[in-house]
């Protein structure tokens, strides 16, 4: 089964498009942008079942490999890829038989900025929620763009995921 990229950008067709499109060339993957869904901030009262939270975890739970790429704001994930990370608690709450369903996944990171320095602790809200979700942490990797072009020590790391993503999938 194909692993599953969710695209988590301000900008839909930004530098880290660039970086998960370069994955695409490597190893066979699907594309969720979450810029393409109407999903609301985490509510305790629940009031936004309606929006397309649930829809995109039925999307999300057909794959056995989340490749979650987003470029680094302020050190951390961008805005939109925090909400979807806040929703899950919708599957701890609400959703409970959805939320088990990720135990056992794989959960892989990929970061995109503008230069080669990188924010280990990027990584980490990420690599605690696998843990807390019962699911498998498969890494991180970080990617630049410099002058419009995807760096090549960028590209090497992107190679790397996907052969792991090659020994996985067999």
Known sequence: MQPLIILGSARSDGNTRQAVEYLKTL????????NDWNFSYYDYQHRNREDDFIRI???????DTLIFASP?????????MKTFFDRLSDLLKIHKEKGRQLRGKTMCVVSCNG?????????????????????HYGGYTHTWVSQGEL???????????????????K
């Open 27 to 34: 190893h066979d993957c699907e594309l969720l942008d979450l």
């Open 57 to 63: 975890i039925e999307r999300v739970l057909q794959h």
């Open 72 to 80: 680094i704001y302020w050190y951390t994930m961008s805005a939109l």
């Open 115 to 135: 230069d080669a320095e990188d924010y280990p602790s990027f990584a980490k809200p990420f690599e605690l929620s696998a843990d807390y979700l019962g699911m």
């Open 151 to 169: 760096s090549t020590v960028a590209k090497q790391g992107l190679v790397k995921l996907a052969l792991q993503l090659q020994k996985t999938s």
